[in-house]
């Protein structure tokens, strides 16, 4: 399958994603209930690692609302990750992330705190944004009762879970909030405005399109003008934030924006790893079969054992 689309050049799919591509659900968030529905049998067909080593409890964080997250803790671990599901801000729940939150505990040696934001467009912005810095603010302050060290808190997620985490770190640093040590953004949607030359040119690709994600942005803003809370390309200052790691996959409309949030983030004299991934496209290292999903796998969680080590 070639991935080419007006006025792009025209590249082949990895081979080994391609028959992949038809059991994806269908890239249409105009009705949300039925998007969860798909997202939540896809999850479910995605194997789950053995978690013999793993410790998990269901926890309720205090906060207004109060917000339902899953604890992975790993024998020993003392740096932990605030982990921020992707979805599009609609789709997704603590069940759909078990899969990969457990790959991560178990591949990284971290902590895992998966967080269960309110989801939109019951509940647009900036709630989950909220919810996130709730359990963000939780973590720090209840660091000594979790077992991990205060100085290794890292925030993540795919996608627009990666966009949470963005935005998590931009207030944390405007509030003066607790310390965050690393971000890990895989795939991150950061911008509304749709304006790279991927996201003009890579209009019907597979699971993300453009009307897809012009929906994404339409559910989680409701009536509010996008800012850099809720679109973290939108902020005019990057300085001051926390080290990152930044993966993209080639044939997605959200690639650009994320590489030029990388460079913007280096020109502002923060370090960032930034890895685009050849042949593939948004969310396809669901694939593990596939070679290219197994690196991915793996370098996430070698990048965050490597953030958090002492």
């Not at 921020?84 to 992330?97: A, N, P």
């Not at 003009?200 to 559910?219: L, N, Y």
Request: aromatic content about 6%; hydrophobic content about 45%.
């Amino acid at each position: 399958m070639t991935a080419g689309m007006p006025g792009a050049t025209i590249e082949v799919m990895d081979p080994e994603l391609e028959p992949f591509i038809p059991l994806f659900p269908p890239a249409d968030l105009s009705d949300p209930v039925t998007a969860r529905k798909s997202l939540a049998e896809l999850a479910a067909s995605v194997p789950v690692p053995d978690i013999a080593g793993l410790e998990i409890e269901d926890h309720t964080v205090p906060a207004d609302p109060d917000v339902a997250v899953r604890i992975y803790r790993p024998h020993q671990a003392r740096g932990v990750i605030v982990w921020l599901r992707g979805g599009g801000f609609v789709m997704g729940d603590l069940d759909t992330e078990h899969p990969l939150a457990t790959r991560l505990a178990d591949g990284s040696g971290a902590m895992v705190i998966s967080v269960g934001y309110r989801r939109a467009p019951e509940q647009p912005f900036p709630a989950a944004l909220d919810d996130a810095y709730a359990v963000l603010t939780w973590t720090a302050e209840h660091a000594t009762e979790l077992g991990i060290d205060p100085g290794r808190i890292a925030v993540g997620g795919h996608s627009s879970g990666a966009a949470l985490a963005a935005a998590v770190a931009l207030r944390a640093r405007a509030e003066q909030g607790p310390q965050i040590r690393f971000q890990l953004l895989n795939q991150p949607g950061l911008d509304d405005r749709q304006v790279t030359w991927s996201a003009r040119h890579f209009t019907d690709t597979p699971f993300m399109t453009r009307d897809k994600v012009t929906a994404i942005w339409r559910h989680y803003l409701g009536s509010v003008p996008a800012s850099p809370y809720a679109a973290p390309a939108r902020a005019a200052d990057l300085s001051g934030l926390p080290p990152a790691y930044i993966a993209t996959a080639e044939f997605d409309p959200n690639r650009d924006e994320a590489i030029d949030y990388t460079l913007r983030l280096l020109q502002a004299g923060v370090s960032v790893e930034l890895h685009q991934w050849p042949g593939t496209f948004h969310g396809s290292q669901a694939i593990l079969s596939a070679a290219v999903s197994q690196r991915q796998i793996a370098e996430l969680l070698a990048v965050l054992r490597r953030a958090l080590a002492e």
